[in-house]
């Protein structure tokens, strides 16, 4: 079981990796079922990010939260990310939309490979080549 005080120093370790990564980014304090984590955005695209981290081979998500982050990405017209850290398996972010969680009856949950496998790596997410993808993909939408 991950602690606050172990959570909120992952969080921040995100927040700084968006500013390396030329991004302006900030945790939200008091988040959990009122906002999601961290909101991250350049001049090209806007993320809301709810961040879970376990020593565990899979991640539960109380379904309050991932509403609440829907919500706040609606409300932005901005995307809505999972940025999840399986800590015992190795080191990177493994970076999910909502839509790759399975439905529980009072959750939502990912494991390690569907994690792996329908994620994006940090570095991915916030390369030029993604948000030119992203970009065509939200024109194509309003076109």
Not at 52 to 65: A, G, L, N, P, Y
Not at 110 to 117: F, T
Not at 119 to 142: H, I
Request: aromatic share 6%.
């Amino acid at each position: 079981m991950i602690n606050k005080n172990e959570g909120i120093a992952y969080e921040q370790e995100l927040v700084k990796m968006f500013k390396d990564a030329d991004f302006t980014a900030c945790r939200l304090p008091g988040s959990s079922a009122r906002s999601p984590d961290i909101i991250a955005g350049d001049r090209n695209s806007v993320f809301v990010i709810e961040v879970k981290t376990t020593r565990d081979s899979r991640v539960k998500i109380r379904k309050s939260q991932i509403h609440t982050l829907l919500k706040f990405a609606h409300d932005l017209n901005c995307e809505p990310r999972l940025a999840l850290r399986f800590i015992d398996r190795d080191i990177s972010w493994h970076i999910v939309k909502p839509n790759a969680l399975q439905v529980h009856e009072k959750s939502f949950s990912i494991d390690y490979n569907a994690a792996c496998l329908k994620g994006l790596e940090f570095s991915e997410l916030v390369s030029n080549e993604l948000q030119k993808r992203l970009e065509c993909n939200q024109n194509n939408l309003t076109a």
